[in-house]
């Protein structure tokens, strides 16, 4: 958007002439990519239907900020420029990012965007990113409201990085493992969407971005899994941070897996709903991605690429992917899966639960409660049960 696109409705000095229901409460969604847009959407639904309540979301800035704009335009969004954002006041502020926070006129409510806080800013000596005062802090000033945790282990680290947000932290569990949780009952409904019947297994192969990430590297894993995976028994899917899609160009990622989108394997757009894929799938082959850990999470087993082990929090689930069978190109794929299954039934599945939230099922009503006391309103109505995700639609893109 351009500064000539403010919109002078439902906000601005001039809006009450306008709006069509007056005195909202006026709640901004800062989207800095689409992984944080994805993360918000799972909990905007808690306050969005009140109608005492109008969201506004605007672009916030980012290096990984590519599709943000297309995205919230699919989603019918109420859509705002960010320095429009950046000038008006607001009763609540959302945001799973830290970007320009502290131009935000708000309570600001900032949420996780991955599983966990998994990685550590700037290498193996730096902080834990999103517990550390460069980002919580500004002139002294903690810029959150409300910082939500998903562990209680997480308030002793954020007690060592940055003290003073400790009084606003708020261990609420991970509402995107809850929603994952609450959808493995639909899972016959995601693999009939992508085509996998009962007699074949879904193999998703996942990556984060970055140098360090399997993408970087899918040339040594792709052509040996579709070449030794029984077509009429597998079925191969990837899935890669949206970082990678708009930190290299849509088409060109396209172009980079032509032949392996051409020898049968599944490529799961940066604007789906991943979780659906990630149910539905038999076997992950990831690195050390929030995807991998949500499957291992789920009891899916897992093989691991090689993992930074000295940049990730050594108190966080990713690391604990370091227990998990390496994928070892030099042998036979099919008997490596068949280990991964034994390691997800003698160590997985409990494990990587624990630590990924510390309030399983309850992160939804946390946060509505958490939110709603940030507006100054109470809650009407009886909180809702956490909805599956959608099942994937075989419009345009053809999963079969």
């Not at 261990?171 to 493992?177: E, I, Q, R, S, T």
């Not at 032949?259 to 076997?283: H, K, N, Q």
Request: with cysteine; charged share 20%; glycine share 8%.
């Amino acid at each position: 958007m351009t500064e000539q696109e403010w919109k002078p409705v439902p906000i601005g000095l001039d809006a009450p002439g306008y709006v069509s229901r007056v005195g909202s409460k006026k709640v901004l969604v800062a989207v800095h990519s689409l992984v944080a847009g994805q993360r918000l959407l799972d909990v905007v639904d808690l306050i969005e239907s009140d109608p005492r309540v109008q969201l506004v979301y605007s672009q916030a800035p980012a290096v990984f900020s590519g599709g943000v704009g297309d995205y919230l335009k699919s989603l019918g969004a109420m859509r705002i420029p960010w320095a429009q954002a950046t000038r008006e006041r607001f009763d609540l502020a959302l945001a799973a990012a830290h970007a320009d926070n502290d131009r935000i006129h708000a309570p600001l409510m900032v949420f996780p965007h991955g599983a966990s806080f998994g990685k550590r800013a700037g290498g193996s000596a730096g902080p834990v990113y999103g517990l550390d005062a460069g980002r919580l802090t500004r002139d002294g000033r903690v810029l959150p409201s409300s910082l939500v945790l998903s562990h209680d282990s997480q308030l002793e680290l954020l007690e060592r990085q940055c003290p003073p947000a400790l009084d606003v932290a708020l261990v609420a569990g991970d509402p995107c493992f809850d929603r994952m949780l609450a959808s493995t009952r639909k899972r016959a409904e995601y693999r009939a969407a992508l085509g996998v019947g009962p007699e074949r297994r879904l193999v998703l192969v996942t990556s984060t971005w970055g140098p360090h990430s399997l993408f970087s590297r899918f040339e040594r894993y792709l052509p040996t899994l579709l070449r030794q995976l029984d077509p009429a028994r597998y079925r191969v899917a990837m899935m890669m941070h949206p970082g990678v899609w708009f930190g290299h160009g849509l088409r060109q990622v396209r172009s980079w897996l032509g032949s392996a989108r051409t020898g049968g394997m599944l490529l799961v757009e940066p604007d789906e709903d991943w979780r659906g894929f990630a149910i539905a799938a038999d076997y992950v082959i990831g690195d050390q991605g929030s995807t991998t850990v949500y499957a291992a999470a789920l009891g899916k087993p897992v093989l691991c690429t090689d993992l930074p082990i000295e940049s990730l929090n050594p108190d966080s689930p990713q690391t604990l992917l370091g227990t998990a069978p390496r994928l070892v190109r030099s042998q036979p794929i099919e008997p490596q899966l068949l280990a991964a299954a034994q390691w997800r039934a003698t160590v997985a599945r409990d494990a990587f639960a624990r630590l990924v939230t510390s309030r399983p099922g309850q992160s939804h009503r946390l946060l509505r409660q958490e939110m709603y006391r940030l507006l100054g309103i109470t809650a009407r109505g009886r909180h809702r049960a956490v909805e599956p995700v959608p099942v994937p639609v075989a419009g345009e893109r053809r999963w079969r």
